[in-house]
């Protein structure tokens, strides 16, 4: 998985609507060295993290809720965080990305404590009910932010965070992502507490663990990765979903011991999203939220079934 994971990495510096000069990164000359450490490498370090990011989201809501089914996308995190960036952008106009990241932050924390509370009162039996609720409770949240913004005169504004896209990833307009660093280690550091958080509240507190708290953290955790993500590039679908689950195929549920791979899988997927929708109608391209959300869907419908038969 490392050489498919440095083989992407490198294709995402090489792939783009303009060349790499090899012989001006040699001699120095020209805009070649600009064109790389300006555009080309921060566009892959903002992938590198998202990836990370939002499979280690998925990772920890689906222990938090005990369903392997759910993650951002599937339990109203990033359609709150959408509301919460409008109504920043409407109550404080000239807010800067600190303070548009603090609104969805948020609202995201929020949203993510009220879906876990619904889940918890109605009891199913069958678990793909559970992401099904999550999906209506975002259509809510994303009906109620397209009012907002129709009603606020901003509905333009809120295109760019309907849709991931990497495109407007340049130096100086992506450093925020890096708040997904902390996340990860704290993820790594509590993720023997999340395994137990997984077996469910009465194993958890037999077994000593304050389970409100760390549901808490946990939640709190998905709530600033996925600020940061919609902040920088927008919405980007089934990443948490899709990864975590492969990888618990083979390797089982040990957070310990699965969450590198997890780590490494979400960044690969995205990797390879980013670059199928450069190359689709090249020198264009399709942004990442289509590409992710049909790769990721389709899967998404793979496991479905799977876990029917």
Known sequence: MLALFAMLCIASVLVGARQVAWAQLASGTGDAWLTLTASRLPRLAALILSGVGLAICGVILQHIVRNKFVEPATSGGLDAAKLGILVSLAWLADAGPA??????????????????????????????????????????????????????????????????????????????????????????????????????????????????????????????????????????????????????????????????????????????????GRLVIYPFEVPIGLTAGGIGGLLFLALIWRSRR
């Open 99 to 276: 303070t548009r990241m603090a609104f969805a932050l948020a609202f995201s924390f929020a949203a993510s404590l009220l879906y876990v509370a619904i889940i918890r009162r109605i009891h199913f039996r069958n678990t793909v009910l559970v992401p099904v609720i999550g999906l209506m409770y975002g259509g809510v949240l994303s009906a109620v932010a397209e009012f907002y913004a129709y009603r606020h005169n901003i509905l333009q504004s809120m295109q760019g965070w309907l849709m991931g896209d990497f495109s407007k990833v340049v130096q100086g307009n992506y450093e925020i992502i890096y708040l997904i660093l902390p996340i990860v280690v704290l993820t790594y550091v509590y993720a023997q507490r999340l395994t137990v958080l997984g077996m469910g509240e009465g194993m958890a507190r037999a077994l000593g663990l304050n389970y409100a708290a760390t549901a808490a953290l946990g939640l709190m955790l998905v709530a600033v990765t996925v600020a940061a993500t919609v902040i920088t590039v927008g919405a980007i679908p089934f990443v948490g979903l899709v990864v975590p689950n492969l990888v618990a195929l083979k390797y089982g549920d040990n957070l310990r011991r699965t969450l590198p791979l997890v780590a490494l899988g979400g960044a690969s997927l995205l990797l390879a999203c980013d670059i199928l």
